[in-house]
């Protein structure tokens, strides 16, 4: 499957929203213990919003983002941070232990499930000894939905185990729970209206491939009936950050990236 990015219009408030509201869910923009001078990648970086305000947050730090297209040009970009074209997917263009903190948000669409270990091994390579991984992922599994939900869940994909087989250590999971609708407030409203936009641009395109003309405007219907009916069943999803580190007598100090 292609990486998400091939779905998600970048150029979109959406985006933005989203990143607002999850980073109200979980208290900041990132929760591995790095340093103020870390080097820094964010993996489908996407609208770049995370990579942008991770360098004002940190102006002695050094941040790329990465993703298939480039985001849409920021006002005032921190000349701590900059953006290039990569598929993450592959072999990462960049030196081993270039980095000192690897933030991956969203991205398990893009990664095959039966490559996850591949993707995250090529991670640690370019993660310098003592370096941090932070992982954010959905299980895309709409509770309390009503009967609309159900056509809209799939699978999730499990990642301490993967990350074990590695070659991680120190790896914690956390779990959030993300509201959808005013019951819980404007959290709550922001989500429930990026996971309309959100389901609308990545599972339609890629149920077309699996699905009759007449499936899809069902699969429509499902999810405008779902968000419609988030607000009386109290619906929220799951998401989950894993953080781990690579072994700090492992090889030899980073060589760090230039600007």
């Known amino acids: 499957m292609p990486p998400t990015s091939f779905f998600i219009n970048n150029n979109n408030d959406s985006q933005k929203a989203l990143h607002l509201a999850h980073v109200a869910v979980i208290g900041g923009l990132h929760l591995a213990p790095i340093s103020s001078d870390a080097r820094i990648l964010d993996v489908g970086t996407g ?112 990642l301490l185990g993967k990350m074990n087989d590695a070659g991680y250590t120190q790896i914690q999971r956390q779990v959030y729970t993300h509201p959808l609708g005013s019951w819980s407030g404007p959290v709550g409203s922001v989500l429930r209206d990026c996971c309309k936009i959100r389901l609308n641009n990545l599972l339609v395109p890629v149920a077309r491939f699996f699905l009759s003309p007449d499936r899809i405007i069902e699969l429509e219907n499902c999810i405008t009936e779902m968000v419609e009916e988030a607000n009386d069943m109290r619906s929220y999803y799951h998401s989950y950050t894993y953080v781990a580190q690579i072994p700090e007598d492992e090889a030899v100090e980073g060589i760090g990236i230039t600007f």
């Open 47 to 158: 609208s770049g919003i995370w990579s942008i305000e991770m360098a004002r947050s940190m102006p002695n730090s050094k941040v790329v983002g990465i993703d298939i297209i480039n985001p849409p040009p920021y006002p005032n970009q921190p000349s701590n941070c900059l953006f290039t074209v990569c598929d993450a997917t592959k072999r990462f263009p960049f030196p081993d232990h270039a980095f000192s903190f690897i933030h991956v948000c969203y991205f398990s669409l893009a990664v095959h499930r039966g490559k996850w270990k591949k993707f995250l091994e090529e991670c640690r390579r370019i993660t310098c000894p003592g370096g941090w991984i932070e992982i954010h992922a959905t299980d895309y599994q709409y509770h309390r939905t009503g009967g609309s939900g159900r056509m809209v869940n799939w699978n999730s994909q499990m």
